[in-house]
């Protein structure tokens, strides 16, 4: 009895990794950020490219991402708006954010102190996904020029 049990387990614990196994983590970049018009706090309408490297469709269940500008987390934001990603393809994302306006200030005040002609950025992401594959974090860094 035992033995089958321990049996039992094993195979459903193989038959989980075949779900995942093969799966790469999705690619994102930011491929744009523009200001919303707005009447109050300032928002975002930051566009993703979401690459599937994979034989298997993604089902995003939600994504919650921000963006740093010089260590400072101005943009934050959720959706579970997302759009399913068919193998092998991509698919251009929107993503409506709003700003930290204290956030902002700070970076303000920190760049009136000490002028750069480069902001460095961070953009995260979470992405969680329906069904069994595990949720992938995407971590992109760059530099964006003022000149």
Same mark, same amino acid.
């Given at each position: 009895?035992?033995?089958?049990?321990?049996?039992?387990? =094993?195979?459903?614990?193989?038959?989980?990794?075949? *779900?995942? !196994? $093969?799966? $790469?983590? &999705?690619?994102?970049?930011?491929?744009? #950020?523009? =200001?919303?018009? +707005?009447? !109050?706090? &300032?928002? *975002?309408?930051? +566009?993703?490219?979401? #690459?599937?490297?994979?034989?298997? =469709?993604? $089902?995003? %269940?939600?994504?919650?991402?921000?963006?740093? /500008?010089?260590?400072?987390?101005?943009? +934050?934001?959720?959706?579970?708006?997302?759009?399913? /990603?068919?193998?092998?393809? @991509?698919?251009?994302?929107?993503?409506? %954010?709003?700003?930290?306006? *204290?956030?902002?200030?700070?970076?303000?005040?920190?760049?009136?102190? @000490? &002028?750069?002609? @480069?902001?460095?950025?961070? *953009?995260? =992401?979470?992405? $969680?996904?329906?069904?069994?594959?595990?949720?992938?974090? #995407?971590? @992109? +860094? !760059?530099?964006?020029?003022?000149?």
């Amino acid at each position: 009895m035992r033995l089958s049990l321990v049996i039992s387990l =094993a195979l459903i614990l193989m038959g989980c990794t075949t *779900f995942t !196994g $093969d799966m $790469d983590p &999705p690619k994102v970049t930011v491929e744009n #950020v523009e =200001a919303l018009p +707005t009447d !109050g706090t &300032p928002r *975002f309408l930051i +566009t993703l490219n979401i #690459v599937n490297p994979n034989k298997q =469709a993604l $089902d995003i %269940a939600g994504v919650s991402y921000s963006i740093d /500008i010089m260590g400072k987390e101005l943009v +934050t934001g959720v959706t579970n708006q997302v759009p399913k /990603i068919e193998p092998y393809s @991509e698919q251009q994302v929107e993503l409506e %954010a709003g700003v930290r306006l *204290f956030e902002l200030v700070r970076l303000l005040a920190g760049l009136g102190m @000490e &002028p750069t002609d @480069e902001l460095e950025y961070q *953009f995260e =992401a979470k992405i $969680d996904f329906h069904g069994w594959m595990p949720t992938q974090r #995407v971590d @992109e +860094t !760059g530099v964006i020029s003022l000149r």
